[in-house]
């Protein structure tokens, strides 16, 4: 089989800026003043509490916030493509749908039940493969493990439909349910855009893998508690603060 031709071809990411953006919900602040810059060729991490607004900030970055301030994106050249791997997605077991199925959904942009082109196929073929899940093409989405899943969410985002690369990926926690082998491919996929050219924005609780993989990392608990280079400012001070920090409440 052969590999689509833009694995390994150079990817344009955006530089994508937060200034001032906040976000409520009725009387509930969520985010507020939160200004960061993530670059082209970098992978920027999120960090913080839960419930701390990490999660938001990436559904306002997607659109799915009606957030105060400004987000840009400001591209190379043309706009180029965003991969979106969300925190959770739940599938009822009864719910007859394969993994084929649910990328078909993404990748041919076209319903499942339609036998998917042969081209389409190979690159789902490809995409399993990659992530580690060969084999698991027929298995329905409700009766994957949690980690599976996770696999399965991190490959939609691997291609546009076009076998095309994201020049933006936007990761909220693709690590939470993933084994040793897991967190290896997908560091290999994270290195591998990022050394491309992708700009990358990663909501992550596991500081050691910040630490190892992320060039820059923003701490966040409602608002920018601290930003900089995860060696720098990921100290056991640092984080003992941003774990106990006390948001003032609305
Ligand atoms: N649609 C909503 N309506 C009201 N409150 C919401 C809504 N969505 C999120 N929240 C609240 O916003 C706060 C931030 O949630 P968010 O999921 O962004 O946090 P997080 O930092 O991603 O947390 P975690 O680390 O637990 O994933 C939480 O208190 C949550 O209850």
Not at 79 to 92: A, K, L, N, T, W
Not at 147 to 163: M, T
Not at 179 to 206: P, S
Request: hydrophobic share 45%.
């Amino acid at each position: 089989m052969n590999a689509p031709a833009s694995v390994g071809a150079a990817l344009e990411g955006p530089a994508v800026r937060f200034e001032g953006v906040g976000l409520r919900y009725g009387a509930a602040r969520i985010l507020e003043g939160i200004d960061l810059r993530a670059e082209p060729g970098r992978i920027h991490a999120i960090v913080g509490p839960n419930g701390g607004g990490k999660s938001s900030l990436l559904r306002c970055l997607m659109g799915q916030a009606p957030f105060s301030g400004t987000i840009a994106l400001d591209w190379p050249a043309a706009p180029g493509r965003i991969g979106y791997v969300p925190q959770v997605v739940e599938f009822d077991r009864n719910l007859p749908l394969t993994v084929t199925d649910f990328l078909i959904c993404f990748m041919a942009r076209r319903p499942a039940f339609l036998r998917p082109r042969a081209a389409v196929r190979d690159r789902i073929a490809l995409l399993l493969d990659r992530v580690g899940l060969a084999g698991k093409a027929r298995r329905r989405m409700g009766d994957l493990s949690g980690g599976e899943r996770q696999r399965v969410l991190l490959a939609q985002a691997l291609d546009d439909g076009h076998g095309r690369e994201p020049d933006l990926m936007v990761l909220d926690e693709p690590m939470a349910a993933l084994d040793a082998v897991g967190a290896q491919v997908f560091e290999t996929i994270l290195n591998g855009l990022r050394d491309r050219g992708a700009t990358l924005i990663w909501v992550e609780h596991d500081l050691a893998a910040v630490r190892r993989l992320a060039d820059r990392v923003s701490a966040i608990d409602g608002q920018l508690l601290f930003q900089g280079a995860p060696q720098a400012e990921l100290t056991p001070d640092r984080v003992l603060a941003l774990f106990s920090h006390r948001r003032a409440q609305p």
